[in-house]
């Protein structure tokens, strides 16, 4: 991109850090995000305007008075942030501003196709599986390499880019080191960490920081969105920071009543046969959430499928289109296998931080930390076990949870995983080989 001359005419008004462009507004205490990503929109503006000199370095001042280090616009982005920050809310709102004439009006067909991912010139790479294979990438990358259609840009938004394949992410770093003119890579994941995302990609990138926001923030979102102030101020402090689980919790019935099945678990682990059967129980309510999630989703990709192969035709070749669709359908149904098991993990994961955030209140409840809890509406509950338990085997306890999610993401089949972590729970000295206290 171009640095601008001191110099030239400003381009279109495309807001300011105050007072950010609309589609902006939609991040949850993200100041700092918010105002990288408004300054870097009015450089981009600017370069399409043609205000900028000649030369296409890594960064672009949208203004005499902005710095390069706040207003520089590239062509590669790394969104990166806490689960629940708004990694892909913060990337679909940069890739709105962009295109939209305006920086991000919110209101235009520009803005709304591009939130809405329906946009021309705005790639999504949503994967619904567990990682995203080299095809799929080379594919893009190909797409993304020529000119915008009828935008302004020609964006490129990999959401969950942690999940790329090593042969993906090569392919994807030669699209980054030899961008096209016109083209912008707005890349997801949950870190820095080169487990999340390599490091000669990182190293091309310019990074945006997300952090957990307030549970103010988030409770005060909940009640611009027609919430009363009570269920907002729960949800917001129960989903420990993450949005989208906070929503979940303040309109879904369903969602509260799976929450306090798994914040009922302590309590309930009494004996080894209590472990087995809780985990059991754990495991298969997470299938069958993850069931409800997708099933409706499987069903229409399914009839979709059928309809364009012909499925009901009598006609002539009807039999031999249907013995070729036959592959199609498989790869299908492959597909919807493995989003099935990414929604399983993600609805067991979900379980998991719940029960953390159990066990923490626990502990901060012990040493007498003045912390305010996660789940303040199992209050007595955590008392009573702070009483019983020492802060050493809470915090075993606590371990054993986030053992039994990192298992998990490292491919550990749930019901073992859970199984181990149940155990560790009922009794963590006995498994750690320390004297019960």
């Known amino acids: 991109m171009t640095t601008a001359n001191a110099t030239v005419a400003r381009g279109p008004a495309v807001g300011s850090v105050d007072d950010p462009p609309p589609v902006f507004r939609r991040l949850v205490g993200q100041d700092d995000a918010v105002a ?5 929109a009015r450089a981009a503006a600017m370069i399409i305007a043609g205000d900028q000199a000649g030369d296409r370095g890594p960064e672009a001042s949208a203004s005499p008075g902005d710095s390069p280090s706040t207003a520089a616009m590239t062509h590669a982005w790394l969104f990166t942030g806490p689960p629940g920050s708004g990694r892909s809310v913060a990337a679909r709102a940069f890739a709105a501003a962009l295109q939209c004439a305006q ?6 067909s520009d803005c709304h196709q591009a939130l809405a991912g329906t946009h021309s010139d705005v790639r999504f790479v949503v994967p619904a599986g567990l990682s995203i294979s080299v095809r799929e990438m080379r594919d893009l990358v190909w797409r993304a390499a020529g000119a915008p259609v009828a935008g302004r840009w020609q964006v ?3 959401e969950d880019a942690d999940r790329l394949t090593e042969q ?13 003119p016109r083209t912008v890579f707005l890349l997801c994941t949950p870190s820095l960490h080169p ?3 390599s490091v000669t990609i990182r190293s091309r990138c310019r990074t945006v920081v997300l952090r957990t926001p307030p549970a103010s923030a988030v409770a005060e979102m909940l009640v611009s969105e027609g919430h009363d102030p ?10 420990q920071g993450h949005i ?3 929503r979940w919790l303040a309109r879904d019935e369903g969602a509260r009543q799976r929450r306090s099945a798994v914040l009922a678990v302590p309590r309930q682990l009494t004996n080894i046969g209590a472990c087995f059967d809780l985990a059991r129980i754990l495991v298969e309510a997470a299938e069958a959430e993850a069931k409800a999630t997708m099933s409706e989703v499987d069903a229409r990709e399914r009839a979709e499928l059928e309809v364009a192969l012909g499925a009901g035709g009598t006609g002539k070749g009807a039999a031999a289109a249907a013995r070729s669709g036959a592959a199609a359908l498989k790869e299908l149904e492959e597909r919807q296998k493995t989003r099935q098991k990414r929604a399983l993990r993600d609805a067991l994961d979900r379980a998991l931080v719940d029960l953390a955030g159990f066990y923490r209140d626990v502990l901060l409840r012990r040493v007498g930390a003045p912390v305010p809890p996660v789940h303040g509406d199992v209050a007595a509950e955590v008392a009573a076990l702070a009483e019983a338990w020492t802060p050493e085997s809470t915090l075993r306890r606590l371990e054993a949870v986030l053992e039994c999610r990192a298992a998990i993401d490292a491919n550990v089949k749930p019901q073992i995983a859970v199984e181990a972590m149940m155990v560790t729970l009922w009794r963590p000295e006995a498994v750690s080989g320390r004297t019960p206290s």
């Open 36 to 40: 990288t990503l408004t300054a870097a």
């Open 103 to 108: 920086g991000g009006c919110g209101a235009c």
């Open 156 to 158: 490129v938004l990999i």
């Open 168 to 180: 993906a992410s090569n392919a994807l770093l030669k699209a980054v080191e030899e961008p096209s």
């Open 195 to 197: 487990d999340d995302i």
């Open 230 to 239: 009570d269920t907002a101020a729960w949800a917001a402090a129960a989903a």
């Open 244 to 246: 989208g689980r906070a």
